[in-house]
């Protein structure tokens, strides 16, 4: 047996054929001569990519809890969390930019913005964050308007979470069973008693394990919106954003919001 490595292969080596790293390392086009401008486009590359695994992750955690499977279910929140602390480590290139920096570059962004990044868009579908309205800056990419479109009808991850609880005995109003999938699912009150009896109750329950997984899942998101907001903050403070955003002070809003919030109120009750 050699001791070295293979280096002779017919066509494209088989590392190649799996990763297609050619692919993936000529992807990058910046639009400035600023060479600061190429780990703008890297990072948000790698964060696509996360979100894309998180996406998957939350898919087959749904998968799985529709069918009553909750080790599979729980094992893919799990590694979720792990990929959304590697997701918000990849904040650190970009949290240092001062103003002069960000605009070396920034205006040749255009009117680019990460508010129209359709795979952040399914993260947020997934957590129950339901909207029509961003669908709309997709219209002229049929591939990605169709997968928002079905991911938009399709029960979301805590829709999931509500249907196992339900059919594990617990008083789940039937309205919010067959609630209408498209729209943004609102906290109620119902639910967040659900939450306090679950966590009142034995930690080893397949409920409680979920709870704690999914609210790590949401502080985490929250994570990485703040970590977003604090480096738009230091890189172009309160101008108006390049996707048409009043910029800081449209991104506090949407950072303000908790992620399940029924899992974080049911914890003054309990
Ligand atoms: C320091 C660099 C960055 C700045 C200054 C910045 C700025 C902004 C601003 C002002 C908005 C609000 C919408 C708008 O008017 O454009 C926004 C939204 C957004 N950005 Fe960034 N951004 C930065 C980096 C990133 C990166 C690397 C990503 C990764 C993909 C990203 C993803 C997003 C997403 C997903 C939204 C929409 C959030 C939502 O819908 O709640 N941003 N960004």
């Keep these: 047996m050699s001791e070295t490595p293979n280096l002779d292969f017919a066509g494209t080596t088989p590392y190649e054929d799996y990763v297609q790293a050619d692919v993936l390392t000529h992807l990058q086009h910046p639009l400035s001569d600023d060479p600061g401008e190429m780990v703008f486009l890297v990072t948000t590359q790698v964060m696509e990519l996360w979100f894309t695994v998180i996406v998957h992750e939350w898919e087959t955690a749904a998968k799985a ?32 930019l001062t103003p002069a920096q960000f605009n070396s570059y920034r205006s040749a962004l255009g009117e680019g913005s990460g508010f129209q990044s359709a795979m952040y868009r399914r993260m947020e579908f997934l957590l129950g964050e339901k909207a029509s309205s961003m669908l709309v800056p997709h219209r002229g990419a049929p591939r990605v308007h169709d997968e928002l479109e079905k991911a938009l009808h399709q029960p979301s991850l805590y829709d999931e979470v509500l249907r196992f609880l339900a059919r594990r005995g617990h008083d789940i109003p039937a309205g919010l069973l067959d609630r209408d999938l498209s729209q943004r699912y609102e906290p109620q009150p119902a639910v967040e008693s659900v939450w306090t009896r679950v966590y009142e109750g034995d930690p080893t329950t397949p409920e409680a394990r979920l709870g704690e997984g999914l609210t790590e899942v949401a502080e985490l998101v929250w994570r990485w919106r703040n970590d977003h907001l604090v480096a738009t903050r230091r890189a172009m403070g309160s101008k108006v954003g390049t996707g048409g955003s009043a910029g800081v002070a449209w991104l506090e809003r949407r950072a303000q919001k908790n992620v399940f919030p029924e899992l974080w109120t049911a914890r003054s009750y309990v």
């Design 65 to 96: 809890l529709r069918g009553d499977d909750v080790p599979t279910a729980l094992a893919a929140l799990t590694r979720s969390t792990y990929e959304l602390r590697s997701l918000n480590a990849s904040w650190e290139p970009l949290a240092h």
